[in-house]
């Protein structure tokens, strides 16, 4: 028998006054899929980081803009797809680096791609500047 997927979307104006909203529509899929407060926690700091990052790199703060928030879920895994239709930018071009060294230079720019890389399990991107940009998270359950 297939396992059952559940699946949830939550469509907000381009602002940072929702994120609160953002992490409280995954703190309830969480609690709903059975996951522990300390990866839920993660999570919602990983999609907060994309989400910023869209508000503020994709959108320049543009409240008339939206994003669109995707989570779905099943026995497996937990998948996030956020979705926004601004300024594209080239993930390859992002160098990995260790939060501990961004932390010690006390650098600022480039944590938030660096702590979602760190935080998720897969981390995708399908981006097509000023057309459709999609960022997708996934954890897996460890069983």
Do not use: W
Not at 31 to 48: C, N
């Amino acid at each position: 028998m297939a396992a059952i997927q559940k699946k949830f979307l939550l469509q907000f104006p381009s602002s940072t006054e929702n994120l609160a909203m953002v992490r409280a529509f995954l703190e309830n899929i969480g609690k709903q899929a059975g996951m522990a407060e300390d990866e839920v926690a993660k999570i919602q700091l990983a999609v907060d980081e994309a989400c910023s990052n869209v508000i503020e790199h994709a959108y320049g703060h543009d409240k008339s803009k939206e994003v669109l928030i995707e989570v779905s879920y099943d026995d497996a895994q937990l998948k996030i797809s956020i979705v926004d239709r601004g300024r594209g930018f080239d993930p390859d071009s992002v160098e990995p680096q260790q939060l501990k060294e961004l932390a010690a230079r006390r650098q600022t720019g480039g944590l938030g791609l660096t702590l979602i890389r760190t935080l998720m399990d897969e981390v995708h991107y399908d981006i097509v500047p000023g057309e459709k940009n999609q960022i997708r998270l996934i954890k897996h359950f460890v069983k």
